[in-house]
């Protein structure tokens, strides 16, 4: 199989276009916008172009077939509401040139995917999820983003290009390539990452009320000040999630919405973000018993009510050893001693198709360990190197069967 990567990386920079955000190579293209229904049409087209078979299903899960049983690699073209031009993206594409590369060779079949709302505008891997049957589509369509869009509405913009649901099992297998989105590689100066495993988060929505009132009559004694409240809780958490974590656990408040939000307004209620990360289900849990306790016990002492949302999840995930160790032989075929095996502490769509037939990863690096912000890069050498190591992996594979 000989991949092209100037057709590879011309692909790439062609899906930028589609949200392109004017700051670096960034994009904004968040799941059903205008711009990711664009790209994904342009991508069923690069498909057919490819001789594969585009497919959309119902939640706007685009497949690029390939005719018979096939391997599937693929990964996702929505991006966050501030992104890069790799995350995704670079799965996606990097497919597409392995089934035009495979077809050229003669085999073997390699079908394409490229998922829905992997960044969950809706919850977490939207797209995949409900694919692998893990998300039933009834409980995906209640699901709101941070306006309040509902699921059902945001997917109906693309009920036009709606086929027949797509069956898995016509895949032997998953693979999917994706940017670290860490410093690990770049700062080793390492050029491919296996993936171990890849990290289990839970998600969550918190809602704290006290009283709004005016900020300059209400002594602070007589407060219950939604924001201090969530201050109070942020400092709280941080002092006692330290005794049970390790250095790969992770917890972030991404969004926070606080009401009324004005200058002169003692803020009556926060609605906030939870979510945190863990490769053990049991950390998971105990960290979670601390964030509920500890939200408790400040809404108390505050005189405030509390409630929490639903909760979201998805369970750590192990790599196919088999596929592991193909990505890991052409690795040091390729690159040696330039490679690493590694967990991933980004959640991906192959937690979710691992669910239904082998899966793995491979990583490239991320210049300055930098995601999820306009400013995420990768060298263009290092991309072409990760096709060139993806495509002796598969080729080494079907050889093997
Ligand atoms: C996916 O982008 C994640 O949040 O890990
Ligand atoms: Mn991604
Ligand atoms: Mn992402």
């Known amino acids: 199989m000989q991949v092209n990567g100037e057709r590879f990386l011309k692909d790439l920079h062609d899906l930028r276009q589609f949200g392109a955000s004017g700051v670096g190579k960034g994009v904004v293209r968040p799941a059903y916008s205008a711009a990711d229904i664009a790209a994904r049409e342009w991508l069923a087209e690069r498909m057919r172009d490819a001789g594969l078979e585009p497919r959309f299903d119902a939640v706007g899960n685009l497949f690029g077939l390939a005719p018979g049983r096939s391997l599937l690699m693929g990964s996702h073209s929505d991006s966050q509401p501030e992104g890069g031009w790799l995350d995704g993206a670079l799965g996606v594409i990097m497919a597409l040139e392995i089934a035009r590369a495979s077809q050229e060779a003669g085999g073997p079949a390699v079908s394409v995917a490229n998922f829905q709302d992997e960044e969950g505008r809706f919850g977490v891997t939207t797209g995949s999820a409900i694919w692998s049957g893990q998300l039933p589509?009834?409980?995906?369509?209640?699901?709101?983003?941070?306006?309040?869009?509902?699921?059902?509405?945001?997917?109906?913009?693309?009920?036009?290009?709606?086929?027949?649901?797509?069956?898995?099992?016509?895949?032997?297998?998953?693979?999917?390539?994706?940017?670290?989105?860490?410093?690990?590689?770049?700062?080793?100066?390492?050029?491919?990452?296996?993936?171990?495993?890849?990290?289990?988060?839970?998600?969550?929505?918190?809602?704290?009320?006290?009283?709004?009132?005016?900020?300059?009559?209400?002594?602070?004694?007589?407060?219950?000040?939604?924001?201090?409240?969530?201050?109070?809780?942020?400092?709280?958490?941080?002092?006692?999630?330290?005794?049970?974590?390790?250095?790969?656990?992770?917890?972030t408040i991404g969004h926070v919405d606080l009401h009324p939000g004005a200058h002169s307004i003692v803020p009556g209620r926060v609605t906030f973000s939870m979510q945190w990360r863990d490769g053990d289900v049991g950390r998971l849990k105990r960290m979670e018993d601390v964030i509920r306790q500890t939200a408790t016990e400040v809404a108390a002492e505050r005189g405030m009510s509390l409630s929490f949302s639903g909760m979201l999840g998805l369970e750590p995930v192990a790599m196919d050893p088999g596929l592991r160790a193909a990505l890991a032989a052409a690795a040091q075929a390729l690159v040696p001693g330039r490679w690493r095996d590694m967990q991933s502490g980004a959640l991906h769509d192959a937690t979710n198709v691992a669910a239904l037939m082998p899966a793995a990863m491979m990583f490239v690096p991320s210049i300055g360990g930098i995601s999820h912000a306009f400013a995420e890069d990768t060298d263009e050498g290092d991309l072409v190197t990760g096709l060139e190591v993806m495509g002796r992996a598969l080729s080494d594979l079907c050889k093997a069967h």
């Open 137 to 251: 589509l009834d409980r995906a369509d209640t699901l709101t983003d941070s306006a309040g869009v509902t699921f059902a509405d945001a997917r109906s913009a693309m009920a036009h290009l709606a086929g027949e649901p797509i069956d898995p099992a016509r895949f032997t297998g998953f693979v999917e390539c994706h940017i670290e989105q860490g410093p690990w590689l770049h700062e080793a100066g390492q050029a491919i990452g296996v993936v171990t495993d890849i990290v289990g988060i839970r998600d969550m929505t918190i809602t704290m009320e006290g009283e709004q009132n005016h900020a300059g009559t209400t002594p602070m004694h007589r407060r219950r000040d939604a924001f201090q409240a969530l201050s109070a809780f942020n400092t709280a958490l941080n002092d006692r999630l330290r005794n049970i974590v390790t250095p790969q656990s992770v917890w």
